[in-house]
């Protein structure tokens, strides 16, 4: 989705502490891009069931801009078929990924200077037409009690780094 189009769906990050939508028209990818160009350069922490070639290339392209400094992914270990498929090109975009029981849809934002924004989003890291319900939140209590619950997650689950060389 182009910038100008969140634009009329959503509000600067600034002006409210919470805000939502459902419909058509807006991606994660759009959105993140959205985010990163009011909070600056941040570490980003992504959550889905499944990733696709066109959000990690998105993805990718943020981070060759400067815009991303630190990126951890998290996906379901239901989907690593897809995932192995994958797997190179989500090396370039993250700096660790991971695969766990996780059907969560999740991006957390947090700058050097402690801005945070949460996306709570129905959508996974895929394209499709289908009405999504997303929510967004600079709420720091919002940002650390959903990243508590990523890193357990994590911690529970298996690093793709070294998985697939000794498994293939």
């Known amino acids: 989705m182009r910038t100008n189009t969140i634009q009329r769906k959503l509000r600067p990050l600034s002006d409210c502490v919470l ?7 807006i991606h994660t990818l759009g959105l993140l891009g959205w985010i990163l160009q009011q909070v600056g350069r ?6 889905t069931y499944s990733t696709s070639e066109e959000f990690l290339s998105g993805f ?3 981070r060759k801009k400067g815009l991303i400094a630190h990126a951890v992914l998290l ?7 897809k995932t192995v498929k994958l797997s190179e ?3 370039q975009c993250f700096d ?9 849809k999740v991006v957390l934002v947090q700058t050097d200077n402690g801005r945070c924004v949460s996306v709570i989003s129905s959508q996974n890291q895929t394209y499709g037409g289908r009405a999504e319900c997303t929510m967004i939140s600079t709420s720091q ?10 890193k357990d997650i994590v911690k529970q689950s298996v690093s793709i780094d070294g998985l ?3 498994t293939t």
Do not use: I
Request: aromatic share 18%; hydrophobic share 35%; charged share 15%.
């Open 42 to 47: 941040a570490d980003v922490y992504v959550s």
């Open 75 to 81: 996906a379901d270990l239901k989907a690593s078929r």
């Open 19 to 25: 805000q939502s939508f459902l419909g058509t028209g």
């Open 60 to 62: 990718y392209n943020l």
């Open 141 to 150: 209590e919002v940002f650390y009690d959903l990243y508590c619950g990523f």
């Open 96 to 104: 660790e990924v991971y695969l766990g029981q996780n059907h969560s």
């Open 164 to 166: 697939y060389t000794r």
């Open 89 to 91: 090109l989500m090396s």
